[in-house]
């Protein structure tokens, strides 16, 4: 059960009023992983560069015009590229999708690796490409908006073409938490914290708050202290 801690804040004389008392929540960030949203590859191109990585956050928003948000961290190639280009394809990955598909879009950088050599893909009209294995639609979009949100980027897009690909279920983050990802390696002899997505141990006594996986770019939120 996730305990609440109310902390009364006092003046110098030990009295509390009603204007200086508090109450402060200790939050349980884990609650987010309900919310409900898939998992897809954002691919984007600029000049003989071809680069994508995993997102969670995309939506329509209106059907008139045809319009689609996708966030994306400003730590990934794939945002610098949409930026200059204003242009890319979303791929909705399915039930069927493997876990060496997420480690190979999400788990690398485009900056370090050439992420469409030796894949299958597509290419959209747009001329991004896309894949069609593991998928079941992609979507294609031209940025109408872009909204600085602090540690990522929501491009207000319009869809430019789209196409169903199979019937297959798309992957939830719920499903691929329960029934896809390879629990994170034991982290052998080493102290500190563990990434929870994707295995990466940060070592020292404290995680600063802000931290930032460098493999999956996901928050101080995901890791856990690694107890043996």
């Known amino acids: 059960m ?13 009295k509390v009023s009603q204007t200086e008392r508090k109450e402060i929540y200790e939050m349980n960030k884990k609650a987010m992983y309900h919310l409900t949203y898939g998992l897809f ?8 560069k071809d680069n994508g990585c ?9 059907t008139e015009p045809n319009r689609i948000v996708v966030a994306v961290n400003k730590q990934n190639y794939t945002h610098d590229m949409i930026v200059k280009t204003g242009i890319f394809n979303v791929s909705v990955l399915t039930e069927n999708s493997k ?7 999400g788990f690398q950088s485009g900056r370090d690796v050439d992420k469409v050599e030796a894949i ?15 998928t079941n639609a992609f979507i294609s979009a031209k940025v109408v ?15 430019t073409d789209c196409e169903v690909l199979s019937e297959d279920a798309s992957v939830t983050y719920s499903y691929y938490q329960k029934n896809i990802k390879t629990a994170p390696a034991a982290a052998d002899k080493k102290k500190g914290f563990i990434c ?6 940060y070592e020292g006594e404290e995680l600063p708050a802000d931290f930032i996986c460098p493999l999956c770019k996901h928050p101080a939120s995901d890791f856990e202290k690694i107890t043996q």
């Open 2 to 14: 996730h305990e609440r801690c109310l902390i009364y804040l006092r003046n110098g004389q030990n």
């Open 41 to 48: 590859i954002l691919t984007a191109k600029d000049g003989d």
């Open 54 to 62: 995993i997102v969670n956050t995309v939506s329509q928003v209106t």
């Open 99 to 105: 876990f060496d598909t997420y480690k190979h879009w």
């Open 120 to 134: 299958t893909y597509k290419r959209a009209e747009n001329g991004v490409i896309y894949l069609a294995e593991e």
């Open 145 to 159: 908006s872009a909204t600085d949100l602090g540690t990522h980027t929501l491009f207000l897009a319009d869809v």
């Open 196 to 201: 929870t997505v994707c295995g990466y141990v």
